[in-house]
């Protein structure tokens, strides 16, 4: 099983970028999957994550401008970024989990499965 991240990059204030994160070895369908952040000397923590039924929670600092969302033929996870602020400046990962509850699970930050993570910059 891997998750890969890409579309990360340097950005000014006010930009966009849209993350993704393609999935082998097995199926979105049956996954909650999230995009979490790290930044220097900071705590990962979750930006928005969803259920196999397409339901999202955002983190309160993006709300209204990331949007996350699945192409389960593609098998692939999406982060859409608008609005970029300096503060949005970390390494970006997804993640995955299954089973019961396992959007409570993401969102406390057990996932069965990690990407390697894509930087993401902005400027101000």
């Known amino acids: 099983v891997q998750l890969g991240e890409s579309g990360g990059g340097s950005v000014q204030t006010g930009g966009s970028l849209r993350l993704s994160c393609a999935a082998s070895g097995f199926t979105y369908s049956k996954y909650c999957m999230g995009w979490f952040r790290q930044a220097p000397a900071k705590e990962r923590e979750p930006v928005a994550v969803t259920d196999n039924d397409g339901r999202a929670n955002y983190a309160v600092s993006v709300k209204g401008r990331f949007t996350v969302s699945v192409d389960n033929g593609k098998n692939t996870l999406y982060l859409q970024m608008r609005n970029l602020k300096p503060e949005d400046t970390a390494m970006y990962y997804c993640?995955?989990?299954?089973?019961?509850?396992?959007?409570?699970?993401?969102?406390?930050?057990?996932?069965?499965?990690w990407g390697q993570g894509t930087q993401v910059t902005v400027s101000s």
């Open positions: 993640a995955a989990a299954s089973g019961l509850a396992c959007k409570a699970r993401l969102l406390n930050g057990n996932a069965y499965y």
